[in-house]
């Protein structure tokens, strides 16, 4: 089984940044991609971006500029640096991890709470 750790979220102020971490642990498989996933009050879980092992990136377009995505293979952990905050991106931040069997893992999830 493979466990992944949230942690980074918070309250910050409109404007601030914050830095999400998501590490992996446990039997894990060959990666073959990590990702980060939000989802806001009343609406549907969305993506953020994501990163193959290769380190192709892939990002929502709406999001572009503001997050970058990151990863550390050694570690089996994947960053997401939040610039730029605005109120609407307050969301669960979750993480996940496919591996190259296809399985996929979600995180529990990491409250971001963006003030105006």
């Known amino acids: 089984q493979v466990q992944l750790a949230e942690s980074g979220g918070g309250l910050v102020q409109s404007g601030g940044s914050l830095r999400l971490s998501c590490a992996a642990s446990g039997s894990i498989f060959s990666i073959r991609k990590m990702g980060w996933y939000r989802r806001a009050p009343g609406k549907e879980r969305e993506l953020v971006a994501s990163?193959?092992?290769?380190?192709?990136?892939n990002y929502a377009d709406s999001l572009k500029g503001r997050f970058t995505i990151s990863r550390d293979n050694a570690k089996n952990t994947v960053y997401l640096q939040l610039n730029s905050l605005k109120p609407e991106d307050t969301a669960v931040y979750y993480c996940?991890?496919?591996?190259?069997?296809?399985?996929?893992?979600w995180g529990q999830g990491t409250q971001v709470t963006v003030s105006s």
């Open positions: 996940n991890l496919w591996d190259t069997r296809g399985t996929l893992y």
């Open positions: 990163i193959s092992s290769a380190g192709i990136t």
